[in-house]
Structures are given as C-alpha cells and as structure tokens.
C-alpha cells in the first residue's frame, strides 16, 4: 500500500468499528467494492475509499458518530464545514493534506478523505422521476459553482454568471434543499435504491435486492460488508470489471494540487 492508501484503511478501520457498535447497515461501493472483489483491498491505481448507508444509518452516522472519533479525524460535509458543497460527507483526517485541483480555492477541511454516501430510494411515477431528475440537475449545477471554471464557452459563462449572482456563496443552502429533495423517497421498502451522491447518472440506480444484507469480504485484512448481489452491482457500474483497463487508463481519476501524508492542509493555506 502507498500512504495514503495506509491512512485511508486505518480512517475505514474506525469508520467500520463505529458501524459495528452502533448497529448500522453500510456497504463498500464503486472502486473499493470492485478492489475487495478483484484484488482483496485497493485498486493499486486507485487513491480513495467509498462507502455507503441507507439513508437511516446515515443520519444515525452523521448524529452520533462524532463523538466516537478520535481526534483528528473530522466528519466533513454542508453542515460542519458550511463551504463543502456536496451532499455526501467525508472522514478526513487533520494532520495531513490532500488538496484537490477544482476545490484548492475553498475554505474547508483537506485532509486525506473517503468518501460516506447515503442511499436513498427512488420515485415510483415518471412524474416524480422527473421532477427529481430536474431538481437533481438544477442543484448540481448551482452547487458546481463553488468549484474550479469548467472548460467550454458555454459552461464557463454560465459559471461566471451565477457566480456574479453569489450562487458559490450558498452552497450549503442549496445542499439542504436538494438533500430534502432526495429524502422525500425513503429507502426502506423502496424497489430501488440511488446514491445520489456519486454523480454518475443510472448507473447509480440499482434494485434494492442487489445490496440486501450485504456479505462479507476482506479489504486490506479488514473484514467489511459489499452489496449482496456484488456481480451485478459490479457489472451495471463497470460493465466487463473482472478485465484490468488498458494501462493508460490505469490511474487516479483525482487531479491534486498536494498530497502530504505527515503535514496539515493548513500548512498549505494561502495568505
């Protein structure tokens, strides 16, 4: 393991310990799934670690948690760190760096991460597909502007617009509302269960069945829980996964600015 694949697998170490004496459901998922799979930890290209939970052991993560971290580890997401604009939360760990390209400008935690998502259900109607797909859309694109300016014409004075309109300034306010949005469809019981988190469209979107209980599997020694029906997860996310990418595909999908495995982010601040 590199580094920061070290710190990562002690940061899921606690993560799943906490799990484990509060009584929640979680699961690994996309990358670090497919890496308990094939490889019995990480991708070696790979450079994070994702989990999940139904949206009810989410919130009881996200309420109770804290106080059984230890103490440099923090529980990122809209509500500690008002500038974070995602729905999601990250467990970052406070004596190092990991500063990302599009989000180096932002006054929040950097430390080296991985990445909790909540998974919620899915609306029954087309009618409620759509007006949660639109919310969806809407939100993510308000919540963007708080990011780096994307390339092309056309999205770059877009961004510069809202930004003229203070929209990278409410991100938070926007996070609540689309993460309400997203409440609206309970997961238990639901047919189909999102993580709307990940940004990756219906390949997101799954039978309920395929996480079920879960089933155990190793990731770096550590014994951890991935969807049940892990197959047919693996193949709507990856499609042919049990076949390595060409080599030069083989490669972090992350652009940092800084990796610092022994310092602070706050060492790299600027001014």
């Known amino acids: 393991m590199t580094q920061i694949q070290q710190i990562e697998r002690e940061m899921l170490a606690v993560f799943a310990g906490i799990c484990q004496k509060l009584g929640l459901r979680y699961y690994l998922v996309c990358g670090s799934a497919l890496g308990a799979v ?3 930890g990480f991708i070696p290209w790979d450079d994070d670690i994702d989990v999940a939970l139904p949206r009810s052991d989410y919130r009881r993560f996200l309420a109770e948690a804290p106080a059984l971290l230890p103490g440099h580890l923090f529980l990122q997401n809209y509500r ?18 990991c500063i990302e390209e599009n989000a180096a400008h932002l006054l929040i935690h950097h430390g080296i991460a991985m990445d909790i998502f909540p998974l919620d259900g899915y609306p029954l109607t087309q009618l409620g597909q759509w007006r949660l797909e639109l919310g969806k859309t809407w939100y993510r694109h308000l919540l963007n502007t708080a990011f780096a300016e994307p390339k092309g014409l056309r999205c770059r004075m877009e961004h510069r617009l809202k930004r003229l309109l203070g929209c990278h300034r409410r991100t938070a306010v926007y996070a609540a509302r689309l993460d309400a949005l997203l409440q609206k469809y309970p997961a238990e019981n639901a047919p189909v269960w999102c993580n709307h988190g990940n940004w990756q469209g219906r390949r997101e979107y799954m039978p309920r069945s395929w996480f079920g209980d879960g089933r155990e599997a190793h990731f770096e020694g550590l014994p951890v829980t991935i969807p ?3 197959r047919q997860y693996l193949t709507q996310k990856y499609g042919d996964y049990q076949n390595d990418p060409p080599k030069e595909q083989q490669k972090s999908h992350h652009k940092y600015t800084t990796i610092d495995c022994t310092r602070p982010y706050t060492d790299y601040r600027e001014g």
């Not at 500690?80 to 760096?97: C, E, M, V």
Request: hydrophobic share 30%; net charge positive; aromatic share 16%.
């Open 80 to 97: 500690t760190d008002p500038a974070f604009p995602q729905i999601y939360s990250k467990l970052r760990h406070s004596g190092t760096a």
């Open 228 to 230: 049940a029906d892990f």
């Open 38 to 40: 094939k490889y019995g």
